[in-house]
């Protein structure tokens, strides 16, 4: 993919013009984000947006949004919470609207227009919105309404929205004076401009990277389904007769799983490894520091000590000492458990007369071994019990179970790709809301899975506004002649971003600025859908060959079971080294000066981490940090794990499909979006804090 630096707006447009070339009028005249969708229940109508249609929309969305930010602030009557507060949150529909549709769908079907578009437009953004946080006469009268909160005796959700938006001034800067907002505004638009530019390099790289391999004799180990689709993906690359793996997962984790050859792993896990750390025009090991050092400046500008004391501010965990004490009394336990897993292996090595110590590109792969060996389990012996389209319904079933929903697919519902489909989910016949799938990997769509949407639920101007989920991944794909055939991973990654799913699909607040939750909180409704794909009767209710159509015998799911514990240390350590990483970077009080490699060799040496295991993610390639919303919150899967180890619980004891509990955790937690105090709302489900137990438990830690 051909990467394009920062143009100017112009360059832009003229470069989407070449692409679909029309006169401006015409294109204005026909933009569908200024119309009212036609599309069933208000959908984005991918059927007649086309890339020339973002940068006008994005253009009149921002003048539109200050014209409605104009009226706030010009409002001759006294502030109050509806002509203020409530106005401010309603303002900037057309705005979110083009944003939610270009943001997703530059992250699902991106190019290269469409990465120029978002280098423009981002800094764009950043500045408009630091116009509005940073703008006297708004916080005066945001600060006017917020000054009387306690005569205005506001309640329940109305009390958290005013209280939200004044933090949210707060935070943006708005109690600065002009020239620390000038800096701040400088720091906020560069930043805008490096994490974007971090994704699309890492993207780069993993796309570039391709493996061919000419004769199957190097192949050996490798399922055949693995080969089948190796074969596909090279002949579509004009290359009839090799075999070509990628660092998408569904070709990488098989690869390093499964083949023999030494050599060929080590090439394919460095290459995974070396992603924006290759030298080129696209290496991230410059920006990391960058990226840090300016979170570190503008926490400092806000009167925080560090980016992280900044982030957990409005987390559960509150601060940086919560998160470091709970990552340091968990890892030693990590580690001793990942050095017997290690041990085992070492010691088959020995056996099998090999001259060479484990490395990292060796794990996976003799893990495999050791758990053939002990447990008897093979995972390729389970992977034709789960086709993908049996999984998502699976998935379906249990939501069916539990909430009393149901979902259709819609084919009269535009998608933005052929792959991709929508179900509309309704309860007792009334809508909730939409959910678009989209399973399989490409090239303009970058790696690993997540849940977004295109449309949140809310209120606004009186009319409920009902969700546009999507869930995007990057699953294995149907190949010679097979269907879609998962990992048991790959089940459980389903079943965590229908989670997330739920969660939007179950919204039910008044207000945009209610509706978000705590990073270290929002993983809670992922991870506890987990439980559900590996208990014995749901299981039982989905995996099925996809040949003969059995069930999924009794004994593989026991050795399943069996094996629950295997590998729990590689996992947790490999997953704890990267948030500690993360934690690392975020907690500087000083500017970063060392490389992204002499970072992590100090953070290695700090942490004690296991030369056999290395981070789950390398800084160069760490997305969830240097390019999406988890800076100083990688922690949140684990600290959302304890939650759910916990909550699940509660299932267990009533039963997993128990109505009065699945009625609690809608309703405490599921609905409730950020109406209230995240600790609140788990102990309204729970009936008490979550304990440290369950989650010890699940990993083999105690």
Not at 8 to 21: I, T
Not at 305 to 329: C, I, Q, Y
Not at 514 to 519: D, I, L, N
Request: hydrophobic share 40%.
């Amino acid at each position: 993919m051909k990467k394009l630096t920062f143009l100017s707006l112009a360059a832009v447009m003229a470069l989407a013009a070449c692409k679909n070339p029309k006169p401006e009028e015409k294109v204005m005249e026909e933009n569908p984000f200024f119309t009212e969708s036609a599309a069933p229940f208000g959908a984005p109508e991918f059927d007649k947006i086309k890339t020339e249609h973002y940068l006008p929309a994005f253009t009149q969305g921002m003048k539109a949004h200050d014209d409605e930010i104009a009226t706030i602030t010009g409002n001759t009557a006294a502030p109050d919470f509806a002509n203020t507060i409530v106005a401010l949150d309603e303002a900037g529909a057309l705005l979110d609207r083009v944003s939610e549709v270009f943001f997703n769908l530059n992250e699902a079907v991106t190019d290269s227009v469409m990465q120029a578009i978002a280098d423009s437009v981002t800094p764009l953004l950043s500045a408009h919105y630091d116009a509005i946080s940073m703008s006297a006469p708004l916080f005066a009268r945001v600060k006017a309404v917020y000054d009387r909160k306690t005569e205005l005796g506001l309640k329940g959700e109305d009390s958290m929205l005013l209280e939200n938006t004044w933090k949210n001034f707060v935070r943006s800067g708005a109690l600065l004076n002009d020239a620390q907002k000038e800096e701040l505004k400088a720091i906020n638009e560069k930043l805008s401009t490096l994490t974007l530019k971090f994704g699309q390099n890492v993207l780069d790289d993993n796309n570039a990277f391709k493996m061919f391999v000419k004769e199957k004799e190097e192949l050996a180990g490798l399922p055949e389904g693995v080969l089948s689709a190796a074969s596909e993906a090279a002949k579509a690359e004009g290359k009839e007769g090799e075999y070509l793996f990628t660092l998408h997962w569904p070709s990488l984790f098989p690869f390093l799983t499964y083949a023999e050859n030494r050599a060929l792993r080590e090439k394919m896990y460095k290459g995974y490894t070396n992603r924006g750390n290759l030298g080129n025009a696209g290496d991230n090991n410059t920006l990391v520091a960058e990226i840090a050092n300016l979170r570190q400046k503008k926490a400092a500008l806000l009167g925080f000590e560090s980016h992280a004391a900044f982030v957990l501010d409005r987390n559960m965990a509150k601060t940086p000492a919560t998160v470091d004490a709970l990552l340091e009394k968990l890892f030693p336990m990590a580690l001793k458990r990942a050095k017997g897993e290690l041990a085992e292996m070492q010691k088959l090595i020995d056996k099998e007369g090999g001259k060479f110590k484990l490395a990292p590109w060796d794990w996976w792969y003799y893990a495999e071994k050791v758990r053939k060996a002990k447990y008897d389990l093979d995972e390729e012996a389970i992977r034709p019990y789960f086709v993908m389209e049996n999984v998502r319904d699976g998935a379906f079933d249990v939501a069916r179970k539990l909430y009393g929903i149901d979902f259709k697919k819609r084919d009269d519902v535009p998608v933005y790709h052929k792959e991709v489909e929508v179900f509309e989910v309704t309860e007792n016949g009334n809508h909730i809301g939409l959910l678009y799938l989209d399973y399989y990997p490409r090239e303009s769509k970058r790696g690993g899975a997540w849940c977004t949407s295109f449309r949140s639920q809310r209120v606004r101007n009186g009319k409920k506004i009902t969700p546009l989920v999507s869930l995007v991944c990057n699953f294995s794909k149907p190949t010679g002649g097979k269907p879609s055939l998962l990992s048991v991973d790959e089940v459980e990654t389903f079943f965590h971003e229908f989670g997330h799913g739920l969660h939007g699909l179950f919204s039910n607040v008044t207000y945009g600025g209610t509706s978000g939750t705590p990073r270290d909180f929002v993983e809670l409704p992922s991870q506890i859908m987990e439980n559900w794909a590996t208990e014995p009767e749901v299981m039982k209710s989905f995996a099925k060959h996809y040949q003969t159509g059995e069930v999924i015998p009794d004994a593989l799911i026991a050795k399943m079971q069996n094996s629950q514990l295997f590998n729990q240390g590689f996992a947790a350590v490999e997953y704890m080294a990267a948030s500690m990483l993360d934690m690392a970077y975020h907690s500087v009080k000083a500017p970063i000066t060392v490389t992204a490699s002499g970072f992590e060799a100090d953070v290695v040496k700090r942490i004690r981490l296991m030369t056999e295991i290395g981070f789950r993610y390398r800084s160069t390639y760490f997305n969830h940090i240097f390019s999406g919303g988890y800076s100083a919150g990688y922690y949140s899967y684990l600290w959302s794990e304890i939650l759910d180890a916990d909550a699940f619980e509660a299932f267990k004891e009533k039963g997993i499909f128990d109505k009065a509990t699945a009625q609690s955790f809608r309703d405490n937690i599921l609905s409730k979006g950020g109406t209230m105090d995240a600790s609140v709302m788990y102990r309204a489900f729970r009936g008490k804090d979550p304990s440290l137990e369950p989650v010890m438990k699940r990993k083999g830690l105690k």
